[in-house]
């Protein structure tokens, strides 16, 4: 059996140290694979060493978060099977209704960004920030996801790329780069969690976006799987077979699933519920049932 990897990268915001995240995300990971299919779980468990986070996080903020914030919301997601009335109503509110009509306002008009609620402007300059790749930091960090890719495009192993929120940007990122500019061989699998990458607004910042024909993308994706959550305003479009359907007309994808509908991320802290933490994407069986999948027939 050829070596299979799974290869995570986080979103934005500091995150624990690089080992007690690993550790937390493994087990929402293999949580999630279990209630989908718990053959397969069984098997994954022994593939920790095949399981390997881009922390890039310390590098972009300088700072780690406290772990003990994490844990009890972790053991509460996981002692939880599914979302409750309450999240769901949650989920579908005016309130996120109207956050995401501003969003998609922002994404269209730009100028409109500075008018918006503080958390929607911070995160605009954040990744801005990485757009503009000051003092290198955007170079930086995809450097840090290519060094552990590379080697296995090169010997033609079996990868299972997930890209969780802004993570999804800096994979695709990296990725265009390693076709483009190395024209390394071998092909990923690429799964994207509440994915910004169907908005306007990051798409005209795109490494290659600026190229004309095939050369625009990359074309070391085998099947991009594209999965978001009810209420999760960061992924503001959810239609990538639509966004990059130039992608398939070219032949550089085999496919692009979206799996956006009735979809939820039921994690929940002392803030309220989070339509879109990792841990919450991770522990659902919707996902558990698409890396149980590629576990098994890849």
Same mark, same amino acid.
């Given at each position: 059996?050829?070596?299979?990897?799974?290869?995570?990268?986080?979103?934005?915001?500091?995150?624990?140290?690089?080992?007690?995240?690993?550790?937390?995300?493994?087990?929402?990971?293999?949580?999630?694979?279990?209630?989908?299919?718990r053959e397969t779980a069984g098997t994954l468990q022994a593939g920790y060493a095949q399981f390997h986070l881009i922390g890039w996080n310390y590098l972009y903020y300088h700072q780690y978060k406290d772990i003990t914030m994490d844990i009890p919301w972790i053991d509460a997601l996981i002692n939880k099977h599914g979302p409750t009335e309450q999240d769901i109503k949650e989920a579908n509110s005016w309130n996120i209704w109207l956050q995401r009509l501003m969003l998609t306002l922002g994404d269209h008009l730009p100028f409109l960004i500075r008018l918006l609620p503080e958390e929607v402007r911070s995160t605009a300059n954040e990744i801005s920030r990485y757009f503009n790749n000051t003092d290198h930091i955007a170079?930086?960090?995809? @450097?840090?996801? #290519?060094?552990?890719?590379?080697?296995? *495009?090169? /010997? %033609? =192993?079996? +990868?299972?790329?997930?890209?969780?929120? $802004?993570? @999804?940007?800096? #994979?695709?990122?990296?990725?265009?780069? *390693?076709? /483009? %500019? =190395?024209? +390394?061989?071998?092909?990923?699998?690429? $799964?994207?969690?509440?994915?910004?990458l169907g908005m306007h607004y990051i798409q005209r910042r795109l490494l290659g976006m600026n190229g004309?024909?095939?050369?625009?993308?990359?074309?070391?994706?085998?099947?991009?799987?594209?999965?978001?959550?009810?209420?999760?305003?960061?992924?503001?479009?959810?239609?990538?077979?639509?966004?990059?359907?130039?992608?398939?007309?070219?032949?550089?994808?085999?496919?692009?699933?979206?799996?956006?509908?009735?979809?939820?991320?039921?994690?929940?802290?002392?803030?309220?519920?989070?339509?879109?933490?990792?841990?919450?994407?991770l522990v659902n069986p919707a996902v558990g049932s698409i890396i149980a999948d590629w576990w098994k027939h890849r």
């Open positions: 059996m050829a070596a299979k990897h799974i290869i995570f990268v986080p979103g934005k915001n500091p995150k624990p140290e690089q080992a007690q995240h690993r550790e937390l995300l493994w087990r929402t990971l293999v949580e999630g694979v279990r209630r989908a299919d170079s930086e960090i995809r @450097s840090l996801l #290519a060094q552990a890719l590379r080697p296995m *495009l090169e /010997r %033609q =192993e079996d +990868v299972l790329l997930i890209g969780h929120s $802004l993570g @999804s940007v800096i #994979a695709y990122d990296t990725l265009w780069e *390693l076709s /483009r %500019q =190395e024209g +390394v061989k071998g092909k990923v699998d690429f $799964l994207t969690l509440g994915s910004p004309n024909g095939v050369k625009s993308y990359p074309d070391r994706i085998r099947r991009w799987i594209n999965l978001s959550a009810e209420g999760d305003v960061t992924a503001l479009d959810r239609n990538f077979n639509k966004s990059f359907h130039t992608m398939l007309e070219q032949g550089l994808v085999k496919s692009i699933e979206d799996h956006c509908h009735g979809i939820y991320n039921f994690f929940r802290s002392d803030e309220g519920l989070n339509c879109h933490r990792s841990y919450g994407y």
